[in-house]
T-cell receptor, first 114, second 117 residues
Framework: DQQVKQNSPSLSVQEGRISILNCDYT??????FLWYKKYPAEGPTFLIS?????DKNEDGRFTVFLNKSAKHLSLHIVPSQPGDSAVYFC?????????????FGTGTRLLVSP | EAGVAQSPRYKIIEKRQSVAFWCNPI?????LYWYQQILGQGPKLLIQ????????DSQLPKDRFSAERLKGVDSTLKIQPAKLEDSAVYLC???????????????FGPGTRLLVL
C-alpha cells in the first residue's frame, strides 16, 4: 500500500526553466510534508517542508504547494540549475503519532541540462 | 559539524550469512533512525530510537533483524540470516529532538549498500 506516490520517475528540464515535481498521498492523517534531495552515493538531504495549516512555503528558489482537498503537493524550482540534478523524494508524517515517522515516495529523478 | 557516519559503505555477503552495520549520529542528537531503501523505492523506516529506547520498530522484521543503541549514541543494525531480498541501501538518520516535535529535521548518513548473493 503506497501511501505517498510520485508517479513521474524522471523529469528533464533546461537550465533556467521551472521544474515542477509532483506528489500525491492517500492518508488523510498526514499533516506534515517534506521534500528531500538525494545525490548518488549520498544520503537524502532535507530541502523544504510544509505543515497542513499552510498551502505554500517558499525558500529561495524552492516553493512547495499543498492542496489538501486533492491530497497533492508539488515542488517548484525556479530557476532550475544543473546542480539541482538529483533524485527528489516526497515524504509525509501523521498527526496522531507523537514522533516523526516519515513515509517516503519512490522519488523523481530530475535532470537539468545546460 | 560532522555529519552522520556509517560503516561499512559497501558489503557483499551470501544468503544465510550475518551482517552488521554501524551508525554514529550527529553529536547531541537524541533520535536515531534506521531506514531500508530497496532499489527504485523510497526509504522505509525500520526502527526509531529516542536516546537508547525504541520508539517504533513496527516495520522491523524481527525474526532476522535486530538493532541496538547502547548508551544512547552509536547504533548497530544486524541481519541474521540474510536473504536475497535484503539487498538494499541501509540509511541511518538522526535528529536533535528530545521532546515530541514532529517537525524536526532528519539528517541522513551516506548509507551502507548491501548485496546478498
Amino acid at each position: 500500500d503506497q501511501q505517498v506516490k510520485q508517479n513521474s520517475p524522471s523529469l528533464s528540464v533546461q537550465e533556467g526553466r521551472i521544474s515542477i515535481l509532483n506528489c500525491d498521498y492517500t492518508n488523510s492523517m498526514f499533516d506534515y510534508f517534506l521534500w528531500y534531495k538525494k545525490y548518488p552515493a549520498e544520503g537524502p538531504t532535507f530541502l523544504i517542508s510544509i505543515s497542513s495549516i499552510k498551502d505554500k512555503n517558499e525558500d529561495g528558489r524552492f516553493t512547495v504547494f499543498l492542496n489538501k482537498s486533492a491530497k497533492h503537493l508539488s515542488l517548484h524550482i525556479v530557476p532550475s540549475q544543473p546542480g539541482d540534478s538529483a533524485v527528489y523524494f516526497c515524504a509525509a508524517s501523521e498527526g496522531n503519532t507523537g514522533f516523526q515517522k516519515l513515509v517516503f515516495g519512490t522519488g523523481t529523478r530530475l535532470l537539468v541540462s545546460p | 559539524e560532522a555529519g552522520v557516519a556509517q560503516s561499512p559503505r559497501y558489503k557483499i555477503i551470501e544468503k544465510r550469512q550475518s551482517v552488521a552495520f554501524w551508525c554514529n549520529p550527529i553529536s547531541g542528537h537524541a533520535t536515531l533512525y534506521w531506514y531500508q531503501q530497496i532499489l527504485g523505492q523510497g526509504p522505509k523506516l525500520l526502527i526509531q530510537f529516542q536516546n537508547n529506547g525504541v520508539v517504533d520498530d513496527s516495520q522491523l522484521p524481527k525474526d532476522r533483524f535486530s538493532a541496538e543503541r547502547l548508551k544512547g549514541v552509536d547504533s548497530t543494525l544486524k541481519i541474521q540470516p540474510a536473504k536475497l531480498e535484503d539487498s538494499a541501501v541501509y540509511l541511518c538518520a538522526s535528529s536533535l529532538v528530545r521532546g515530541t516535535s514532529r517537525q524536526e529535521t532528519q539528517y541522513f548518513g551516506p548509507g551502507t549498500r548491501l548485496l546478498v548473493l
